[in-house]
């Protein structure tokens, strides 16, 4: 009979995320020696990456760093919300977003390429994925350059790490209020930071569609363009972050809130698990 304790199982357990039974039958292979058991897993567990390929991730977590001129958001995705929230895939979202925001990376692509303990982040997930018993791909990157961040993790469940993440760069020093806006961008989803923004094509559509609408319901001639502008205006409030009404005093415009708090907002990204 191998010798090891059940303190041998948990220890197992608590260092890879395993299972208790995949746990137990790695000890009874390595006559109780942990790290040979770790090994024992690791192996079982590249071996089943492959065939885990096909496999859709979404659960996962969100998590943002910023240095002195950029910051950086990324979403490492999962199977299920039990890997998640399990402390060896927090240790891992940490570990890849200090390799891709070292490397300058805002593409899926130039993340996965950078490296992380000698290894590529694509290698080094892998691993940690054999280990962890699922799919875990590093799903989204983005990047936004300024001078200042503020960063906001939103969390959709308490027993979960954070689902949404926002970055606001901003000029300013109003750190609260910029916050506050980001916290207004997780739920708002804006698209854009100004209707100026906003791709000639996709405004040239909705205006399309919007004068066909108002024409179709026999508003008099002469008062269709001042209609016509003002759903418009509705449009770009709905998509343009300094547009849109502020989520704590939907009376003013963020672009007015940023405004009066000394603040001019240069960019912000929003990323949100499975997205």
Do not use: C, W
Not at 111 to 126: C, K, L
Not at 131 to 147: I, Y
Not at 175 to 187: D, G, N, P
């Amino acid at each position: 009979m191998a010798n090891f304790s059940a303190a041998d199982v948990k220890t197992l357990r608590d260092r890879l995320g395993a299972g208790m039974l995949d746990s137990k039958n790695a000890l009874v292979e390595a006559d109780g020696d942990i790290e040979k058991a770790v090994e024992i897993l690791r192996v079982k567990g590249l071996k089943g990456v492959a065939k885990r390929e096909g496999r859709a991730t979404t659960a996962g977590l969100v998590t943002a760093l910023a240095d002195e001129s950029s910051a950086t958001v990324i979403e490492l995705a999962s199977e299920t919300d039990f890997v998640a929230k399990n402390d060896r895939f927090i240790a891992l979202a940490a570990d890849v977003l200090g390799a891709v925001a070292g490397a300058g990376a805002s593409t899926v692509e130039a993340g996965n390429a950078a490296t992380v303990e000698g290894q590529t982040v694509t290698d080094f997930i892998n691993d940690n994925a054999a280990l962890l018993g699922e799919k875990v791909e590093l799903r989204t990157v983005a990047r936004v350059e300024g001078s200042s961040f503020a960063i906001y993790l939103h969390k959709t469940s308490q027993d979960l790490p954070p689902q949404v993440g926002v970055v606001v760069a901003f000029e300013g020093d109003d750190a609260e209020t910029a916050r506050s806006i980001a916290q207004h961008i997780a739920f708002a989803d804006p698209k854009y930071l100004s209707r100026e923004d906003v791709p000639a094509d996709l405004v040239s559509r909705e205006r399309a569609i919007v004068e066909e609408t108002t024409r179709a319901e026999g508003k008099p001639e002469a008062a269709l363009p001042k209609i016509i502008e003002g759903r418009l205006t509705g449009f770009f409030k709905e998509i343009a972050l300094l547009e849109q009404g502020y989520a704590k005093d939907p009376k003013l415009s963020v672009a007015k809130v940023a405004q009066e708090a000394g603040l001019t907002i240069t960019g912000f990204t929003r990323v949100k698990v499975g997205a």
